[in-house]
């Protein structure tokens, strides 16, 4: 009996994407050996975490670099360094900083916002988040005394209607103001990992280590200025103060090390030709399907380097219906149902290799197949 047996849970198959709430991604065995060795012994943590951190600098191309768990840690971690620096009383006193003038955090307003809610989580660090109309004109006119920092959250879904990163941070820079980038799920290709920061100017850089680079889910990245990063580490555990909560454990600095050297030194033309490969495979069963169309693209559901299959199904039949029928089938399967946001139509559904074994990509096709044919023979009987 394993362990999900064991505990009455049934696993699944994800063709949909890195969800936190599937459990994000599946971990190289190298990664998982890595953390087996790890928890084999006991270590001085300050030790291990300089050379982890140290090590995750050089590999994402970035002066400094500090591990937490997970990019909404990251988030509350670089914007209690904004604010603070590495003034140990002021680090103290998160979150009360009602007497401090520099404290404010500026993000663009928009719809955008809803769909991404982690921008609230600065707010625990006693900052005031202040709302700016989406235009460069108005972000540049809002900086004064009280800026510590302006946040920035990039995808091609986020950044509909406000100005890119690629707009905005040079002028911010200009200006000599603190950027956070939190590009959580902005990977791959690997070179994101310095893009925000080397190319655009970003001072700070979040990712999340649980997703695309294939770590442990409670992982994840702040890169960037070296001693903005060492206020990260000044404000996290084992420290008592706001990051106490946001501990990493020698088994999870071991697993995302280890995950981003394999991410980072991966050729990710190779990976894409393997994703690619099994989605063509889904396609080749799925034309054969009555009524379905498909269409392989070559972009990530938010702009990403890695390839989609996108499924319509025939008039009548919806993605959560089909999602509701592959998730209840044996195995159970996760297929992709786009958000309203995306303004898809309601009977489009997508499929993502990125997490899918071998031989996974015939049953997720022939499930869906499945579906279609049985809604037909469904509608054949009311009829």
């Known amino acids: 009996m394993d362990f999900y047996e064991k505990m009455n849970v049934e696993p699944l198959i994800n063709a949909s994407e890195t969800y ?36 995750a600098a050089k590999l994402s191309g970035n002066e400094g670099a500090f591990v937490t768990t997970g990019a909404a840690g990251g988030v509350i971690l670089s914007a209690a360094a904004c604010i603070c620096g590495k003034d140990e009383e002021l680090l103290d006193r998160i979150p009360h900083l009602k007497d401090v003038v520099r404290k404010e955090i500026l993000v663009f307003d928009g719809e955008f916002l809803d769909l991404i809610p982690y921008w609230k989580l600065i707010g625990l660090t006693g900052a005031v988040i202040r709302k700016v109309e ?34 905005i941070i040079p002028k911010l820079k200009e200006k000599g103001v603190t950027v956070v980038v939190d590009a959580a799920a902005q990977l791959p290709p690997p070179s994101n990992l310095w893009y925000y920061t080397k190319e655009l100017g970003a001072d700070l850089v979040i990712f999340s280590g649980g997703k695309h680079i294939r770590g ?46 394999l991410f980072v030194n991966e050729d990710p033309k190779k990976r894409f030709a393997q994703q690619e490969s099994m989605l063509q495979r889904m396609q080749q069963i799925l034309k054969r399907t009555d009524g379905v169309k ?13 390839p989609l299959l996108l499924v319509t199904l025939p008039d009548g039949m919806t993605a959560e219906a089909c999602n509701r029928f592959t998730r209840a089938s044996k195995p159970a399967i996760d297929v992709g149902v786009y958000g309203p946001e995306f303004g898809m139509p309601e009977n489009l559904i997508f499929l993502n290799a990125y997490n899918l074994k071998e031989g996974e990509d015939q049953i997720v096709a022939e499930t869906v197949s499945r579906f279609v044919e049985e809604s037909y023979k469904t509608k054949s009987s009311e009829a």
Do not use: W
Request: charged share 25%; net charge negative.
């Open 294 to 306: 498909t269409e392989l693209i070559r972009e990530g559901r938010l702009g990403t380097y890695q």
């Open 20 to 55: 936190t709430n599937l459990g994000g991604s599946l971990m190289d065995e190298r990664v998982l050996q890595a953390m087996r060795e790890a928890g084999n012994h006991f270590v001085d943590m300050g030790k291990l975490l300089d050379q982890v951190c140290s090590r």
């Open 216 to 261: 442990p889910q409670c992982t994840g990245l702040i890169a960037g200025r070296r001693d903005l990063t060492e206020s990260c580490r000044m404000a996290a555990s084992p420290n008592p103060r706001i990051g106490r909560a946001f501990k990493t454990g020698k088994e999870e600095l071991a697993g995302f090390i280890t995950a981003l050297e």
């Open 134 to 167: 989406p235009t460069v004109e108005a972000m540049l006119q809002a900086v004064d005394e009280r800026t510590a920092a302006v946040f920035l959250f990039p995808a091609t879904l986020y950044e509909k209607g406000i100005p890119t990163c690629e707009e």
